[in-house]
C-alpha cells in the first residue's frame, strides 16, 4: 500500500470529502443492501475514522478498521475512541484471522494499493463462507484526471471491469453493481 501524497491526505481530510461519503457513497452502499447489524466487520483503508461513524450507526457486533497511514490512524482514533483501528497493508492483513468476518467494507482505497489483487485475495481469506464485501472504486480513468489536474500520484489506475474480471477469478459472486460519474459501487458475495 502507497501512503497518500500530503494534497490527497489534506483533501480526505476535509468537509467536501466527507460530505460525498455521507451523501453518495455510504447511501449507495447502504441501498445495496450492506448486512452490518449484529455482525462482524471489517473497514479496509478506514482512514479517519468517518465511514467507521457512519457504519456505527448501523449497530455491527465488532467493527475492526485498519489502514496503512499512522496520521489517518491517529484522526480515528480521536474521532471514535475505544474502537479497535490497526495499522496494517491491505495486501497482507496478518493481524486478521481467517474467516472471522462477516462483512468487509471499502471505501475507495483499492487504488491505494500497488498489490491490489491480493488485497481482494485476503479479503476473501478473511471473509466467512458466504460473507458479503461491499466496495467503491474510481475508474482509472477519474484518477488519471484527478492526477493530471491535482499531481496527487496515485499508485493504480485500473479499470472497473478489471477489478470485476479479478474480483470474480478470486472466487467472489458479484451481486450488484451500478456506475455512477466514473465510480463503480459492488456488492460481492464470497463464492
Not at 497518500?4 to 452502499?29: G, H, I, V
Request: hydrophobic fraction near 40%.
Amino acid at each position: 500500500m502507497t501512503r497518500l501524497s500530503d494534497q490527497e491526505f489534506k483533501a480526505m481530510n476535509r468537509t467536501p470529502r466527507q460530505w460525498l461519503q455521507r451523501y453518495w457513497e455510504f447511501p449507495t452502499l447502504k441501498r445495496f443492501g450492506v448486512p452490518i447489524t449484529g455482525l462482524d466487520v471489517l473497514e479496509v483503508g478506514c482512514g479517519s475514522g468517518y465511514g467507521a461513524q457512519l457504519l456505527a450507526g448501523l449497530k455491527p457486533k465488532t467493527y475492526v478498521g485498519f489502514d496503512f497511514m499512522e496520521e489517518q490512524l491517529a484522526l480515528a482514533r480521536k474521532r471514535m475512541p475505544g474502537v479497535e483501528f490497526l495499522q496494517q497493508d491491505a495486501a497482507s492483513m496478518k493481524a486478521i484471522s481467517s474467516a472471522s468476518k462477516d462483512t468487509v467494507v471499502v471505501f475507495g482505497v483499492l487504488h491505494h494499493i500497488p498489490e491490489w489483487k491480493d488485497a481482494l485475495r485476503e479479503i476473501a481469506r478473511v471473509l466467512r463462507p458466504g460473507g458479503e464485501v461491499y466496495l467503491e472504486e474510481p475508474d482509472g480513468e477519474v484518477l488519471e484526471w484527478f492526477d493530471r489536474n491535482f499531481k496527487w500520484g496515485h499508485p493504480v489506475f485500473f479499470r472497473l471491469k478489471e477489478l470485476e474480471a479479478y474480483a470474480q477469478a478470486a472466487g467472489f459472486v458479484i451481486l450488484r453493481k451500478s456506475y455512477s460519474f466514473g465510480f463503480g459501487f459492488y456488492r460481492m458475495k464470497k463464492g
